[in-house]
């Protein structure tokens, strides 16, 4: 099994920043991907960004050019640095860790809440 544990969220006024964090721990699979999704208040949960092993990302056209995700191999951490935020990113942000095995076992964190306020 693996966890994963998230930190850093809170209230932040628009334009500011943030970073969140998210440690994973138990018996991961060397290759995999992690990353964040979100889901805002009456929305559907959406994906925000992506990072693989090697450090290829991906992101939401919404966040392009405000957030930045990375992650740290040695310590199975990925992060979220979230800049010039707005009243439209408060969501509860959700930390994952996708396999990239034949099961293909996908890992979810309890969440952070993010709010901007306007």
């Known amino acids: 099994q693996v966890q994963l544990v998230e930190s850093g969220g809170g209230l932040v006024q628009a334009g500011g920043s943030l970073r969140l964090s998210c440690a994973a721990s138990?018996?991961?699979?060397?290759?995999?991907?992690m990353g964040w999704y979100r889901r805002a208040p009456g929305k559907q949960r959406e994906l925000v960004a992506t990072?693989?092993?090697?450090?290829?990302?991906n992101y939401a056209d919404s966040v392009k050019g405000r957030f930045t995700v990375s992650r740290d191999n040695a310590k199975n951490t990925v992060y979220l640095q979230m800049n010039s935020l707005k009243p439209e990113d408060t969501a509860v942000y959700y930390c994952?860790?996708?396999?990239?095995?034949?099961?293909?076992?996908?890992?979810w964190g309890q969440g952070t809440q993010v709010t901007v306020s306007s």
């Open positions: 994952y860790l996708k396999e990239l095995s034949i099961v293909g076992s996908t890992y």
């Open positions: 990072v693989s092993g090697g450090g290829t990302t």
């Open positions: 138990g018996n991961i699979f060397s290759r995999n991907i």
